[in-house]
Every structure is written in C-alpha cells, then in structure tokens.
C-alpha cells in the first residue's frame, strides 16, 4: 500500500507545557528525556502524543541538546507531511510534542521473515529523501518502529539534515541512510538480500570509513568515559552490569526455575529492572527477596520481582524477551498483535494483569 500523504498540522509555537500529561517515560539519555501521555491542544483536543524534553540536561550539554532539538523541530516541519513519521504538534520551552502511533521498536518488534515490513521502510526512506531529508542515526533499532499495521515509521531526527541528491555529501548520506537499513534487513531477513544489497553493505562510504576511524572513538570516549553513557539500543546499562547478578542469585533458590530481566523508565529518573520469576515450587516474593538480600551482600535495587507460573517462549524455547519489556514497560497495547499464537497471547496477558510496573495507572485520571 503506497504511503498516503498527510495534510500538515498548525504546530503551536510557544506551548504550555502544563498542557501534556505524562503517562510513562519510554527513553532517557543525557540529552533528552522522552515520555509518553497526553497533549490538549489550544481547542482542548486531546491526543495521544510523545513529548521530549531538555530542560534538566546538565548544563554542560545543555547547548548541544538545544541544537540536535532545534535539527527536530526543522526536520518534522518539513517531512511531516509525506507519511514517513508522526506530525509536529507543539513546540515550547526546552520541549516539543509529536503525534504518538501504536507500534513497537524494531529491536523489540523483531521482524523476522517480514519482508513487508523491509520494503515499507525502503519506500520511507525513499520518501524521506525526496522530500530532501537525510535520518543519519538509523542504524539504531530504535529509531525504526513497525507500526500495528506493519508499516515502517522513523523515529528521532535530532541529526537528520537537509540534503540535495545533486551534491555528492547528499548522495552519501542517503546510501548510507538505506545501508543501515540492509544492516537490519541481514538481522531479521538476510535470506531476502539480493547479490546487489549484500555488495552495498560490504561496501561503506568514505565519509562512514573516515568517521569510524576519528569521529567515532572520539563520539564514544566523551559518552562512555567522561559521561558514563552508553546507548544499548535505548536499554540502561544496569541491565548489562546490575541484572545478571540479581538473576544468577534469584536462580540458585531451589524453587526458582528461570529469571528473566527487563529494565524500564522510572518517572524518578531512574532504570529500573524488573525480574520476571519461572518457579518450579510454591514461594513467595518476600522469601525471594529475602534470598536475593542474603545473596548479594552489596543489596543491588531490584524494582519490581513478579512471580509467573510459566514464561512465553519461542519455538526454539528462548524466553520471547519483547513480550516481557512491553510488560516491564507498562507498554501492554501491542502485546496480543505480537503474541503469535493463542497459547502465549493467553499467557502473556495473565502476566500484563498481574503487572508491577502501573505508571499509566498514577498518572492517568480516573476514568
């Protein structure tokens, strides 16, 4: 199905931030807080939206965060329209609101075998160039989304810049733009590559050799030395360092079958992990607290430790990780779509019922 144009919204200049309701923060990283709720419009329209916020970046980066904000605000304004990702609908002090879409991020979507969803985002890419538009940050998974109907939407253009297919510095943001893509395409479909494909991703630009031998270990020595971040694919990096010494210890409890981490935004600021517990034997989230203390003397902070009788698994009997961020996440609206089959839609919508994380259920207004 072609993408449909979309007519382009009044975006409201100088917005009351008072005007968005945060339901659940989806991402932070040092320049940016991003959350997902609620915006009224200056009609009082309410709509499902994602805002992104500066305003408490540390003052050190506060400048570079107004600039990759301000690349957004101008690359929106003028792609907006052309059906390849959500509208601008507000700018304000140190924020701005786009449109929310029901979709999941490619990491978490795991679209493998889907060709549909690998030809939708050629085509956007296409669109986006047309339109002028270089992304220049899709080799994060995050920032491709597979919407609920299967389309492609691309996600954060804090570095996206204009470009023109007549100039060779265009040409080669934009093959690097759809190499990037092919990336992912050999993750999920790498049986769909054609000989031309595979020859384009064995083959890097001049501009993506120079940067990854200068720019990119200068980029990663300030985020990883001397900012201590590290963007695993939007996760926090306690899942990486805190969450397998908290599922080793729950582990070796002799009721405890398997342990599944996941980690999510607190509205504190924080990442917060979240143990999924398989258990063989009756026991009780105090006794596995009690345990996990005794364990570890050190007392790592475990959010929230929630007892299933069973684990949605795939196939090949690996633990279906999407389905339990999406829960940890209190993310729960695409869980039946990815589900698959009726035996783990069933399961998993026990474990969203008995979900710890209810941001959603704080911050909301009663109904």
């Known amino acids: 199905m072609p993408r449909q ?194 020859k384009m991703l064995a083959t890097k630009s001049l501009l993506t050799r120079v940067w990854m031998n200068t720019g990119k270990k200068v980029y990663r020595f300030v985020t990883r030395r001397l900012l201590s971040y590290s963007d695993t694919e939007g996760r926090g990096p306690r899942v990486t360092q805190v969450a397998p010494r908290i599922a080793e210890a729950l582990t070796a409890h002799p009721a405890v079958h398997h342990v599944h981490m996941a980690d999510f935004q607190t509205l504190g600021g924080k990442v917060g992990l979240y143990a999924f517990v398989e258990t063989d034997a009756p026991v009780s989230v105090e006794v596995l607290r009690l345990h996990l203390a005794e364990a570890l003397p050190d007392r790592p902070h475990l959010d929230h430790l929630q007892i299933v009788s069973r684990l949605p698994r795939a196939a090949d009997g690996s633990v279906r990780d999407d389905l339990l961020l999406l829960v940890a996440r209190n993310q729960i609206e695409m869980l039946d779509a990815l589900a698959g089959d009726d035996d783990t839609r069933a399961l998993i919508a026990d474990i969203a019922r008995a979900r710890l994380n209810l941001t959603d259920r704080i911050t909301r207004p009663a109904a």
């Open 5 to 198: 144009k979309r007519a382009i919204p009044t975006v409201e200049h100088r917005a009351d931030p008072s005007r968005f309701i945060v339901d659940t923060v989806l991402k932070r990283d040092v320049f940016s807080t991003v959350e997902r709720g609620t915006w009224t419009d200056r009609d009082g329209v309410s709509h499902p939206a994602v805002r992104r916020r500066w305003d408490k970046v540390s003052p050190w980066l506060a400048l570079l965060a107004a600039r990759l904000a301000a690349h957004e605000v101008n690359a929106l304004e003028k792609v907006q329209s052309t059906g390849v990702t959500t509208p601008l609908l507000a700018v304000g002090r140190k924020f701005l609101v786009r449109g929310w879409i029901e979709g999941v991020p490619l990491q978490i979507a795991r679209p493998t075998g889907d060709l549909h969803f690998f030809q939708s985002a050629r085509d956007a890419l296409h669109i986006l160039h047309r339109a002028g538009y270089a992304h220049n940050d899709l080799a994060k998974q995050q920032n491709w989304l597979r919407g609920a109907d299967g389309e492609s939407w691309l996600m954060d253009f804090q570095l996206a810049l204009p470009i023109s297919r007549r100039w060779k510095l265009g040409r080669v943001l934009a093959y690097e733009d759809l190499r990037h893509l092919l990336k992912h395409k050999r993750t999920y479909c790498p049986e769909a590559l054609t000989p031309r494909e595979r």
